[in-house]
């Protein structure tokens, strides 16, 4: 059942490829906080019950409800709509990730022997999503689509610590919710000020500073 | 006393949070600073009492980064005394201004004395939340800019990091600790494969924080853009807690005799380093952008030192030391040169031994420092490591190596004299001559006791030290 929570999981990456709606990312970044959930109550049986716990309290109030919440709250102070200007069109945007991810479905079936310490499901479809976020980030023109895109890849890192199959420590789990912290707060925050600052949240406004001559 | 060190800054905040005074703010700054060195110095009397804490330690692999934070932030919070003066800001925005100092120290503090690799990397992150708003704190345009690329690139290269330390787990097998120690003491079984892997996420990772090429981009914005005290703290120790961290790793590659790969990894990034800053350093127009490329730069040395082994390790913990006191001496001389001109326009910046001498020949001793001349603790560092090049029989890397400090060395050269040479503006030197005023004894006295050390220390290194310095290499 968990495999299917996984390929789901690695599914919405490719709506977020093929959407420009940012209320739809926000969408996306709900459901994979709700998929991360049912995969820590569902997969994780050999985790002391107090480490399952963290975890899904954590995944489901934070991942599922709080970013969420906080998105859709910047989304509607700043007035942005759609993430239009992407520098790939969208359907070369859904075909290229798609092939990532069928590369970490690839990864996943591959038998190498060094990878007995984790599970190659989970693990290659983490890969997968940190690699899609991480080139969307780059083609993408909207700040707070890049946020987004930010907190899809922490999705998969996340992921990807649960892929190793012996207990991780109770400190890395503190680390995960340190860097989400950053993902709403922090640039939630900045979201707000560029908006106020430049009137406008594209990440083109913000190439003043350079090495050659400029306004002081 | 570790306790104390972490506690104290925390205890402070409360304080400064609700008496919101601009002296108070000072004065607490201050202590603290003078009891995060004493805490320091106390390592040689009494080592026992810093093994109290479970997860930190104060020992001879991180004492040396713990001093130099130690003696920066003391030269930084006496340069914020007049500093602060200057700032025209409400009692709340400066208390802020005066918290954020203090969990900056804090979270550097708490990544050097860390001896388990997940929760360094807590604290790392911790830097990042702190030094974000400090970065941004003018809230002009460019600042907000250069703390947003800051954020967003370093929580990515941060991010990055966290997925090597995954990669690591998998690595270690069975072992089930991140501790240095334990990390260590197994290397031998770990999986060479998945070490190997993890390392290069995790050089790239904390090399985002710690400025190397190619993942530099957020440095030369964010230390530009910073207040000058901020600068000087973010160059002179931010980057060595990243730097700390990822020698920690390396020395972990070491032990489990897997070093081949992420040594060719640290000479192509220390490489790349010195190229970019010699490339960049050609066009740019803003003195605060040089110095942080001069860091950049200062990171890829460590970077191709600390590939190149053998006596160039001892090279890397001097040239740590030198590039610390005499960088943080020159984003401080910067800091003043701000004041004077009220801009970091190199062209607009003349004749700067007219309006002030004292701040003039602080620029020229610690471009001097920075260029390794000697006797300045670099030039020591650098000759080592050219040394150790050769012996090593990396002639052709030996040649690139001088060329780009060559080239760099004039680019800078250039920039300093005409600026403290050159020809004067009558506008600018009304404008700086009636600034004077704002440059109290306090904006240049930890400068000199900076470059002091970092010069006599070229010459003669005290026993204590280089003990130290050997067992931060062994340890």
Request: with cysteine; glycine share 6%; charged share 10%.
């Amino acid at each position: 059942m968990e495999n299917g929570f996984i390929i789901l999981f690695g599914l919405t990456m490719l709506y977020l490829s093929a959407t420009s709606r940012l209320i739809a990312h926000v969408k996306t970044i709900m459901v994979q906080g709700i998929l991360l959930f049912l995969i820590c109550a569902t997969a994780f049986s050999h985790l002391p019950w107090y480490t399952i716990a963290f975890l899904t309290i954590e995944t489901l109030l934070v991942k599922a409800i709080l970013i969420p919440w906080f998105l859709n709250k910047v989304l509607k102070k700043t007035h942005s709509n759609r993430d239009t200007d992407a520098n790939i069109a969208h359907f070369y945007c859904l075909l290229i990730s798609s092939i990532i991810l069928f590369g970490g479905f690839m990864l996943s079936v591959v038998e190498i022997p060094s990878l007995s310490m984790i599970n190659p499901f989970c693990f290659g479809i983490a890969l997968a999503v940190i690699i899609i976020s991480l080139w969307l980030i780059t083609i993408k023109h909207k700040i707070l689509s890049n946020v987004i895109e930010f907190i899809t890849m922490e999705n998969g890192i996340f992921l990807l610590s649960l892929s190793v199959a012996k207990e991780m420590p109770m400190l890395v789990n503190i680390g995960v919710l340190l860097d989400v912290f950053i993902a709403i707060y922090i640039l939630g925050l900045f979201v707000s000020q560029i908006n106020t600052e430049l009137g406008d949240m594209e990440v083109a406004h913000l190439s003043d500073l350079k090495d050659c001559e400029y306004n002081d | 006393m570790i306790s104390l060190v972490l506690l104290i800054p925390i205890v402070f905040c409360l304080i400064m949070f609700f008496a919101k005074n601009k002296t108070l703010n000072n004065f607490l700054i201050n202590i603290y600073a003078i009891l995060h060195l004493i805490g320091g110095l106390s390592y040689f009397y009494k080592p026992l009492q810093f093994f109290d804490v479970q997860y930190f330690s104060l020992n001879s692999s991180n004492i040396v980064f713990y001093l130099i934070l130690s003696v920066v932030f003391l030269a930084v919070a006496v340069y914020n005394n007049g500093y602060s003066k200057n700032l025209k800001f409400s009692d709340k925005k400066l208390m802020h201004y005066a918290t954020m100092l203090l969990i900056f120290v804090f979270s550097m503090t708490g990544g050097i004395l860390s001896n388990n690799l997940g929760l360094a990397w807590i604290f790392i992150e911790g830097t990042t939340l702190a030094s974000a708003y400090l970065i941004y704190f003018n809230k002009t345009k460019h600042s907000i800019e250069a703390a947003w690329k800051y954020v967003f690139i370093c929580s990515i290269g941060i991010a990055l990091a966290f997925v090597g330390i995954i990669l690591l787990t998998v690595a270690t097998g069975s072992l089930n600790s991140l501790n240095y120690v334990d990390l260590m003491n197994s290397a031998q079984s770990f999986n060479h494969f998945w070490l190997n892997v993890s390392f290069v996420f995790i050089l790239f990772g904390l090399g985002t924080k710690m400025g190397l090429a190619p993942v530099h981009f957020w440095l030369p914005d964010a230390h530009s853009e910073a207040p000058s005290p901020i600068s000087a703290l973010l160059s002179a120790t931010l980057l060595n807690c990243a730097f700390l961290v990822i020698l920690n790793v390396y020395k972990v590659v070491i032990a489990a005799n897997c070093f081949a790969y992420a040594r060719i990894v640290l000479l192509v990034m220390g490489f790349l380093s010195l190229f970019i800053t010699a490339v960049f350093l050609y066009h740019t127009n803003n003195y605060k952008r040089m110095l942080a490329y001069s860091s950049i730069e200062n990171m890829g040395i460590l970077a191709i030192g600390t590939a190149l082994g053998g006596i160039a390790y001892y090279a890397v913990i001097i040239h740590l030391i030198g590039h610390s006191l005499i960088k943080a001496s020159y984003f401080l001389t910067s800091g003043n040169i701000l004041e004077l001109f009220e801009t970091k326009r190199i062209k607009s910046i003349r004749a700067l031994g007219d309006v002030d001498k004292k701040t003039a020949w602080l620029w020229i001793a610690s471009f001097l420092g920075i260029c390794a001349f000697p006797p300045s603790m670099l030039f020591l560092s650098e000759f080592i490591t050219v040394k150790a090049m050769l012996i090593q029989k990396h002639y052709i890397l030996c040649i690139l190596f001088l060329f780009l400090l060559t080239v760099i060395l004039y680019a800078m050269a250039k920039v300093v004299i005409k600026m403290v040479f050159g020809e004067k503006s009558e506008e600018k030197f009304e404008i700086a001559k009636n600034n004077i005023s704002k440059v109290t004894l306090s904006m240049y006295a930890p400068q000199i006791v900076l470059l002091t050390l970092a010069f006599v220390m070229g010459v003669y290194l005290p026993e204590f030290l280089d003990v130290i310095i050997r067992n931060t290499i062994v340890g």
